[in-house]
């Protein structure tokens, strides 16, 4: 089972900032926090990740809260583009470790 | 980033044939490969874990006899579906990742395969 908990969906105006919430409150010391993201029809899509600190990237930013018990996925000028689902994950990091998917949120960047 | 390229891209069959899909590491070694399934408005469903040169490691449920997956070299992972019935019908998408050192899972486009 999946051990993130997200909002189904979520909307937002194109150029301004999407922050995607997503709470993992059983996660333990040596998993990381993922984001990916799928766009209709396509294979998921790598967007970050990080453990304990924020991190940015071209893409976005992932703020990870002290206690590492929820965190947020922030696109900072949402285009039309950025509209699919995004998935929270958590895993242990190295190689050969599974994705486990759940239900993601939906979002939807508005003209 | 890493591409992982899928062929077909989509396939219709008949109820009882056998399909198969290829995936494939373009620029790199994928020392792992991870098959999904998923179906409409839902999310994906991790079916299973292979390791080239060794058997596949199917997750609950999976019934692998039914989906044979071959991971015969460092670019490439098969899915085969057997006696595909049209419950079977689905999104199937594979994944890869290069071995120690490597963060993310980079994944193909997906087959969506159609059993009539």
């Known amino acids: 089972d999946a051990k993130t908990t997200q909002p189904p969906s979520m909307d937002c105006a194109e150029g301004r900032a999407a922050n995607l919430p997503c709470n993992h409150s059983?996660?333990?010391?040596?998993?990381?926090v993922y984001w990916y993201r799928q766009i209709h029809s396509q294979g998921p899509q790598y967007i970050i990740h990080?453990?304990?600190n924020n991190e940015t990237n071209e893409m976005a930013s992932l703020i990870i809260t002290e206690d590492r018990k929820s965190s947020t996925l922030i696109l900072p000028h949402a285009t039309l583009r950025d509209t699919a689902v995004y998935y929270c994950i958590v895993r242990v990091d190295g190689s050969s470790y599974k994705l486990i998917f759940g239900s993601g949120t939906r979002l939807l960047v508005r003209p | 980033g890493a591409v992982v390229s899928q062929h077909p891209s989509w396939v219709i069959c008949k109820s009882g044939t056998s399909v198969k899909i290829e995936c494939r590491s373009l620029d790199f070694q994928a020392t792992t490969m991870f098959w999904y399934r998923q179906f409409p408005k839902q999310s994906l469903m991790l079916m299973a874990t292979s390791n080239e040169g060794s058997k596949a490691t199917y997750e609950q449920g999976v019934e692998k006899d039914k989906f044979l997956i071959n991971h015969a070299s460092l670019t490439l992972s098969t899915l085969t579906v057997t006696s595909a019935h049209p419950e079977d019908s689905s999104f199937y998408i594979c994944?890869?990742?290069?071995?120690?050192?490597?963060?993310?899972?980079?994944f193909g486009p997906g087959t969506r395969l159609t059993v009539t």
């Open positions: 994944s890869a990742e290069g071995g120690r050192g490597w963060d993310e899972q980079y």
């Open positions: 990080g453990l304990k």
């Open positions: 059983t996660i333990s010391g040596n998993e990381y």
